[in-house]
């Protein structure tokens, strides 16, 4: 792994839909090489992470998540018999709580975009400091969400093209059936709040904020709150 980056992971919209876990954090680590594999072990153990388990692919990562149902898993993207996008899904499956992070050598952006649609909430490239990894997650576990800086270059340019594309003779998409409260909550997730600053804009509980993110998440079938960003910039919420 390379030195320190010259600037930390960036900050994409942050998210609290659980509490954060009690310590220590309970972490999968995924990766089919196993020097590298090993040495995110330790950098992790050395920071009162405690690693669960560790598997060589996508496959083993599912069996082990349903075993030992981490907090967090961190995981690379292109791995033998099963990606780690491939198993995502899964994995949320028998174990909802759980966040994942991508940790990984590809700068695609498709597959930048396939790990979001997947749920994970972090995309990390490999050459991210050693010791900037149990930083990233133990926010992650707290609710954030990260990417690396060069990604989240080409997320943005992302959110300009959907955005140039609905501007189009075409339209914007029509949102399904959110409630005007609904509405509102979308429009500042979408503008990178988190549930306590949406909750003082409109004077609701955090919990109420909780509630409403949930049910916007199931009516725009989205997986993550990265997603519903999306879905706002292309519905023009977002100026």
Do not use: W
Not at 38 to 58: K, M
Not at 178 to 195: F, G, M
């Amino acid at each position: 792994m390379s030195p320190h980056p010259s600037s930390p992971p960036a900050l994409v919209p942050t998210v609290a839909e659980s509490p954060a876990p009690t310590s220590p954090i309970r972490v999968l680590v995924v990766d089919d090489h196993a020097l590298f594999r090993r040495g995110l072990v330790s950098v992790l153990e050395e920071e009162d992470i405690h690693v669960v388990s560790e598997a060589g692919d996508g496959e083993e990562a599912v069996r082990l998540a349903i075993e030992h149902r981490p907090d967090v898993v961190l995981m690379d993207v292109r791995m033998p018999h099963s990606s780690g996008i491939d198993a995502c899904p899964r994995i949320r499956e028998s174990v909802p709580h759980a966040k994942f992070v991508m940790l990984t050598m590809s700068d695609e952006e498709s597959d930048l975009f396939d790990a979001l649609k997947a749920g994970a909430t972090g995309y990390l490239l490999k050459e991210i400091g050693v010791t900037d990894i149990a930083g990233v997650v133990r926010s992650i576990a707290k609710g954030h969400s990260f990417i690396n800086p060069a990604m989240a270059t080409k997320l943005i340019g992302e959110f300009a093209e959907l955005a140039k594309q609905e501007s189009s003779p075409r339209g914007a998409p029509t949102l399904p059936q959110l409630t005007p409260r609904e509405t509102e909550v979308l429009k500042l997730l979408a503008h990178s709040l988190n549930n306590r600053e949406i909750g003082e804009r409109l004077f609701i509980t955090e919990n109420t904020v909780k509630n409403h993110v949930r049910n916007i998440l199931e009516k725009l079938q989205v997986h993550s709150r990265t997603e519903a960003a999306i879905y706002a910039v292309r519905a023009e919420y977002v100026n």
